[in-house]
């Protein structure tokens, strides 16, 4: 069974950066599409990124296009996202997850918090 | 993009209620559309793919159906684990992906 642990969250002041790790554990093969998705207090899942297996294809949300980048490391079995000029509205529970179901995520991580504020 | 518009965004109701969900995409998605279950200080749990695909280890009153642009979710017998709050994801295109700003199933 794969199992997804995030790590790297924090207190960061607006205008810096943070890079988040995700590792996978468990696999038996690469893993497919990884994401990663945040839920802001109070608020709802909010897709932010995903990455094809072998790294080349990277997409994202229209909210973190230009400060954020998603990047793997396959022979580490991880997925890692730099955020760069966080703002306030970037705080949130970060979650690593897997699209194994063709793009639905089949498997989580538990989270990270990240939080901007001064 | 693709927009997803849920409702309700709040449901009231009792153990061994019937309930549905729906989920609107605002162009066809065709069938590639997830629910998710979430409570708070967990992860998110699938629980349907592919529209109306259950996921393995999901209890069988939990249901899906639709295509294109309207979708349901179905808990036949609600149970007590089942409050939570669902959300239904599109993944049309790996180059963006949309979740439905959700609904939380409480207690009545």
């Known amino acids: 069974e794969v199992q997804l642990v995030e790590s790297g969250g924090g207190l960061v002041q607006p205008g810096g950066s943070l890079r988040l790790s995700c590792v996978a554990s468990?696999?038996?093969?690469?893993?497919?599409?990884m994401s990663w998705v945040r839920q802001a207090p109070g608020k709802g899942l909010e897709w932010v990124a995903n990455i094809g297996q072998d790294g080349s294809a990277t997409y994202y949300g229209d909210s973190v296009k230009g400060r954020f980048t998603i990047s793997r490391d396959n022979a580490q079995n991880s997925v890692y996202l730099q955020m760069d000029y966080l703002r306030g509205d970037d705080t949130a529970v970060f979650y690593c997850a897997q699209g194994g179901r063709a793009g639905a995520f089949d498997v989580w991580g538990q989270g990270t918090v990240v939080t901007v504020s001064s | 993009d693709i927009q997803m518009t849920q409702s309700p965004s709040t449901l009231s109701a009792s153990v061994g209620d019937r309930i549905t969900i729906t989920c609107r995409a605002s162009q066809n998605i065709n069938t590639w559309l997830a629910w998710y279950q979430h409570k708070p200080g967990g992860a998110p749990k699938l629980l349907i793919h592919k529209a109306s695909n259950l996921e393995s280890g999901v209890p069988s009153r939990f249901s899906g159906g639709g295509s294109g642009t309207e979708f349901t979710l179905t808990i036949s017998c609600l149970q007590p684990d089942d409050f939570a709050t669902y959300y239904c994801q599109q993944y049309n295109t790996y180059s963006h992906f949309t979740f439905g700003g959700g609904t939380k199933v409480e207690m009545k």
């Open positions: 468990g696999l038996t093969t690469t893993t497919p599409w």
